[in-house]
């Protein structure tokens, strides 16, 4: 039979899925192929109310034509992965605009369970978890509405239940089943487009203190070392004038392996890193890593092999940087400098050079030079164009973000001589002691020096001494920057943190997030193996494979059982249950009523015994008499009118007490 019961409601209720899908879609499709879908998604609903026959053929085939270029040329062909999702979103909603038949509808509902699976491409936190859930639920309801009569919302408790049922067992595969490596993998999404970069301009690293976006969260096991927390990611070794960039010769020398730690003041701790377009990672000071999917470099640096679309869970282990060391040529390759602008920060490099006898006291030299000239601190720089920036910054402006000072150390040290490098990351992070671990966002992105002397490699950050504050903490934690990162972030909970309750809900929430990244997302197979050890021991792990097996067994009997259960009808007759509340409250009040009458003999006995609710119980009974014996139709209005007659009862009654 192809006959559909409910079309009305079940295009509203597509309509409705694939209009919070692009919701979902807005960061990652661009603008003029969300509102193509948003428009196609509110003319169908246009349709619906108006009970509009939907377009023919040749239109519809020729407007998506159209759409099918607007897509091609607005994403292109870069990123497959996005434009995989593009097409299934683009099809769905153009099949939907043409659907008729019972087929039509089963095709786009299966489409639709897929289309709710790609969100997980771009994210998988447990509000989007949530709310995909939810739409998964309300898509089984439409599903169930093909071949019934139901209502959406008896449809939508009858998925409900499904849903819940089938819940213990995802508990289940997920904690015993083993991690098995996919059959195939598809290229990351493009993500993160705020992030780093290989390339240090100043102004795209302010750009990133408007951004809340979450980049990683780190757990330190132990005591953890003494802050400030340099969160190192990127190298750049080479000036080209305005920027600092990752060099080729440092991008070769990325692939060679690192050697493991073995210092005393080794700092270990984990890190739930979120997906990025870019494969570096985090780490303080020298890090390595024996996580799978991560590898070091000779630089202390940690890059992720793959999966760029996934959350990532990573141990570290950090030793200080000032333990390696350079030899003579490396010394020379982070001294040079193929450009010659910027004379005046040259000629400061050399006068301070002049009165130093080492590194070291030039290091401190102009670490006072940046303390004594009236430098400081802003998220919102002038900007500044030319080929003498540095100059400009130097000795004009000198108001400038991380990277405007980061950039002129780097080069001054350079024109000394002084072996010098600029790193990217991030600086601090919140701590949120609830769970003990820290949340850093890209509105934490940092640049500083790092700068080869007598002792190793040493950290120049000038913003020890322009911003003391912004070494403690997060930038939204700093009381100095406060209106100015207020002002400057995107609208969301943390530009109402300055409200208590906001706040701790803000709180709240990144610790329920935290706990589902680490627990959910970040459930690998070595949490696995520690879980088997824990509930079998080593010796009895062949107990896992036999315990699944019986579990699934179990799981599937009691659904069986469930569904093939006897099942009692409990739906009274209409009035039946309103008439025993009358009863229940007469017992309540000692009014007695003859028991083998009719309920209407039994209705008018009580209603001469309760002379204050007379008149309600006489309209109850008339009521009665018209559903149970005349027939009537027990309409909305008639349930309405007895569920206030007898809420009457009971409060006249209580009144004349």
């Not at 730690?261 to 494969?279: G, L």
């Not at 009665?624 to 909305?636: C, D, G, I, L, M």
Request: proline letters at 4%.
């Amino acid at each position: 039979m192809n006959e559909i019961k409910n079309h009305r409601v079940i295009n509203f209720a597509l309509s409705f899925i694939y209009l919070g899908l692009v919701s979902f879609f807005t960061e990652h499709l661009p603008l003029p192929f969300i509102a193509m879908l948003s428009v196609l998604c509110g003319w169908n609903i246009y349709l619906t109310v108006k009970q509009k026959q939907k377009p023919n053929a040749w239109f519809a085939n020729g407007l998506a034509a159209i759409a099918l270029i607007i897509m091609l040329s607005s994403i292109g062909f870069k990123d497959t992965v996005v434009l995989f999702v593009a097409m299934l979103l683009l099809s769905c909603v153009f099949k939907l605009l043409q659907a008729k038949s019972k087929q039509h509808y089963q095709l786009i509902i299966t489409l639709t369970f897929f289309s709710l699976s790609a969100v997980y491409l771009f994210s998988q936190t447990i509000f989007t978890t949530l709310v995909i859930s939810t739409f998964y639920i309300l898509n089984f309801a439409v599903l169930g509405l093909l071949e019934s009569s139901h209502s959406l919302k008896l449809s939508s408790k009858q998925s409900a239940k499904i849903m819940l049922l089938a819940f213990p067992l995802a508990v289940i595969l997920l904690l015993f089943l083993p991690k098995l490596p996919a059959f195939w993998q598809l290229p990351g999404p493009k993500m993160a487009q705020t992030g780093l970069s290989e390339q240090v301009d100043p102004f795209d690293i302010a750009k990133l203190s408007n951004s809340d976006e979450l980049v990683f969260r780190a757990k330190f096991n132990g005591t953890p070392p003494p802050t400030p927390y340099y969160w190192r990611a990127i190298v750049h070794d080479e000036f080209d004038g305005a920027a600092w960039k990752t060099s080729s010769f440092l991008k070769q020398a990325l692939i060679l392996p690192a050697k493991k730690s073995t210092s005393e003041n080794e700092a270990q701790y984990t890190v739930i890193a979120e997906p990025a377009i870019s494969d570096w990672l985090y780490g303080l000071g020298f890090s390595s890593s024996e996580s799978p999917n991560v590898i070091a470099n000779t630089l202390g640096l940690l890059r992720k092999q793959q999966y760029k679309s996934k959350v990532l869970q990573y141990t570290v282990n950090s030793e200080p940087l000032s333990s390696t060391s350079l030899n003579k040529s490396q010394q020379r390759f982070y001294s040079q400098l193929t450009v010659s602008n910027n004379q005046k920060s040259q000629q400061l490099a050399q006068k301070l050079k002049n009165n130093s006898a080492n590194a070291d006291e030039f290091f401190n030299q102009l670490l006072s030079y940046f303390s004594k000239n009236e430098f400081s601190y802003t998220l919102t720089p002038t900007p500044m164009r030319g080929e003498n920036t540095l100059d400009q910054f130097m000795f004009n402006n000198k108001r400038g973000f991380c990277g405007h000072y980061a950039s002129a150390a780097a080069f001054i040290f350079r024109s000394a001589g002084i072996p010098a490098r600029v790193v990217s990351g991030y600086l601090g992070g919140e701590l949120n002691k609830n769970s003990d671990y820290m949340t850093i966002r890209q509105y934490d992105a940092h640049a500083w020096v790092e700068v080869y002397t007598g002792a190793g490699w040493k950290i120049f950050d000038a913003t020890a001494v322009v911003a003391p504050e912004r070494l403690n903490g997060s930038l939204s934690q700093s009381t100095t920057l406060n209106d100015e990162f207020k002002n400057n972030i995107n609208f969301g909970l943390v530009s109402l943190s300055n409200y208590a309750a906001i706040n701790w809900l803000r709180l709240e929430l990144e610790n329920l997030d935290y706990q589902w990244s680490s627990w959910v997302l970040g459930f690998d197979k070595d949490k696995q193996q520690d879980l088997f050890a824990t509930l079998f021991g080593n010796k009895f792990i062949w107990l896992v494979p036999i315990g699944v097996i019986i579990i699934l067994i179990l799981s599937f009997t009691a659904y069986f059982i469930y569904l093939n259960r006897p099942k009692a009808s409990t739906k009274q007759p209409p009035l039946v249950n309103e008439y025993y509340e009358i009863i229940r409250w007469a017992n309540k009040h000692a009014i007695s009523y003859p028991e083998n009458a009719t309920p209407t003999q039994t209705l008018e006995h009580i209603s001469n015994q309760a002379p204050h609710a007379e008149q309600q119980i006489t309209a109850f009974c008339e009521l009665f008499k018209q559903v149970r014996y005349a027939r009537h139709p027990f309409t909305k209005e008639r349930k309405n009118q007895a569920k206030d007659l007898i809420k009457l009862i009971k409060s006249t009654k209580q009144r004349n007490l």
